[in-house]
């Protein structure tokens, strides 16, 4: 198991030090940053303390040195956000500082959307996602978004704060195979079961594949809720869409 001292990055090391009580969060957190590299771990930092230009800056010299989009997204970025998630938790760090962070998280995604977001194939399905009512988080569900469209999925995103009713219309006009729901506060998350207690008074429920997700989900939470599968991270979500879109193709043909 790595050590602290195996993260390189020094303001990552003491932020974990000062700000990440919990064994198993500590554990988790020193063994992304000591598995990212040095230049990742300078992004993280920048993103932690809210520096958008800088993580501007940083995402567009390291594509344009070969450095992975996934790479930047996954040791860069998302492993950033994890760090703010435990100190606003922890009431170290508010919403402004919050906001601050997220918008550099948009600084980089900005590079990584095209790159990743690129398929140029024939879509394999087209899915509606969109946050649910009441909620305004929008990085994870933008990531899937940016993922699938990656992928070869059409993506229509109808952002945040969603009704049951904004979804029916959108399915309704767009006659997607999958819609996609993402949560990420428990009040908010009964807002799913609300939303396909909706697909099914407008009979709508069989014909579409429904995925949720978003850090208070679970596995158990999506079957209660009558879900049709749930993804724990944005490689999930593109993987669960394809499984639901050949479900969905076989119900159709037959
Ligand atoms: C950034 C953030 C904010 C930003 C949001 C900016 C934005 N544009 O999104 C701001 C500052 C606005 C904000 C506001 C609030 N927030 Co907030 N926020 C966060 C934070 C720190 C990070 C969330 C994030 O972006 N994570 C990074 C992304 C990449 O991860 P993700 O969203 O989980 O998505 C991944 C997976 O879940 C999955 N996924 C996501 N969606 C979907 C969908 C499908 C279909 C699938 C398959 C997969 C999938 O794939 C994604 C990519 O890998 C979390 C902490 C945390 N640990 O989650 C708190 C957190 C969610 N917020 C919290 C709270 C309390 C609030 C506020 C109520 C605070 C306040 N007092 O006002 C408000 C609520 C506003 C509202 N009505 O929505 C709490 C929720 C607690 C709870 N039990 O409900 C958290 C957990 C922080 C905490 N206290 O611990 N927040």
Same mark, same amino acid.
């Given at each position: 198991m790595p050590e602290l001292t195996s993260v390189a990055n020094e303001f990552l090391r003491t932020e974990i030090e000062q700000f990440v009580e919990r064994p198993d969060e500590r554990e988790r957190l020193i063994a992304l940053y000591a598995g990212a590299s040095e230049r990742m771990q300078s992004m993280s930092a920048a993103l932690v303390e809210g520096e958008h230009l800088l993580v501007d800056a940083l995402a567009r010299e390291a594509l344009a040195d070969g450095v992975p989009a996934l790479e930047i997204m996954d040791d860069g970025l998302i492993a950033g956000m994890a760090l703010v998630g435990i100190k606003f938790r922890e009431n170290f760090i508010f919403v402004p500082e919050v906001l601050a962070c997220a918008r550099a998280m948009k600084a980089g995604m900005s590079y990584i959307e095209p790159i990743l977001s690129e398929s140029g194939?024939?879509?394999?399905?087209?899915?509606?996602?969109?946050?649910?009512?009441?909620? +305004?988080? #929008?990085?994870?569900?933008?990531?899937?978004?940016?993922?699938?469209?990656?992928?070869g999925f059409e993506v229509i995103d109808l952002g945040v704060d969603t009704s049951p009713d904004d979804f029916i219309d959108a399915v309704e006009e767009h006659r997607p195979a999958l819609l996609g729901m993402s949560a990420l506060l428990?009040?908010?998350?009964p807002n799913m079961g609300v939303?396909?207690?909706?697909?099914?008074?407008?009979? +709508?429920? #069989?014909?579409?594949g429904i995925m949720v997700g978003g850090a208070p989900v679970t596995q158990d939470f999506a079957e209660d809720m009558g879900a049709d599968g749930y993804g724990k991270d944005a490689v999930a979500c593109v993987e669960l869409a394809k499984r639901l879109a050949e479900a969905e193709k076989h119900r159709v043909e037959a």
């Amino acid at each position: 198991m790595p050590e602290l001292t195996s993260v390189a990055n020094e303001f990552l090391r003491t932020e974990i030090e000062q700000f990440v009580e919990r064994p198993d969060e500590r554990e988790r957190l020193i063994a992304l940053y000591a598995g990212a590299s040095e230049r990742m771990q300078s992004m993280s930092a920048a993103l932690v303390e809210g520096e958008h230009l800088l993580v501007d800056a940083l995402a567009r010299e390291a594509l344009a040195d070969g450095v992975p989009a996934l790479e930047i997204m996954d040791d860069g970025l998302i492993a950033g956000m994890a760090l703010v998630g435990i100190k606003f938790r922890e009431n170290f760090i508010f919403v402004p500082e919050v906001l601050a962070c997220a918008r550099a998280m948009k600084a980089g995604m900005s590079y990584i959307e095209p790159i990743l977001s690129e398929s140029g194939i024939e879509p394999i399905a087209t899915v509606v996602m969109g946050t649910v009512k009441g909620d +305004l988080h #929008d990085i994870g569900k933008n990531l899937c978004t940016m993922m699938l469209r990656g992928a070869g999925f059409e993506v229509i995103d109808l952002g945040v704060d969603t009704s049951p009713d904004d979804f029916i219309d959108a399915v309704e006009e767009h006659r997607p195979a999958l819609l996609g729901m993402s949560a990420l506060l428990t009040t908010t998350m009964p807002n799913m079961g609300v939303t396909i207690e909706a697909f099914i008074d407008a009979e +709508l429920r #069989d014909e579409i594949g429904i995925m949720v997700g978003g850090a208070p989900v679970t596995q158990d939470f999506a079957e209660d809720m009558g879900a049709d599968g749930y993804g724990k991270d944005a490689v999930a979500c593109v993987e669960l869409a394809k499984r639901l879109a050949e479900a969905e193709k076989h119900r159709v043909e037959a």
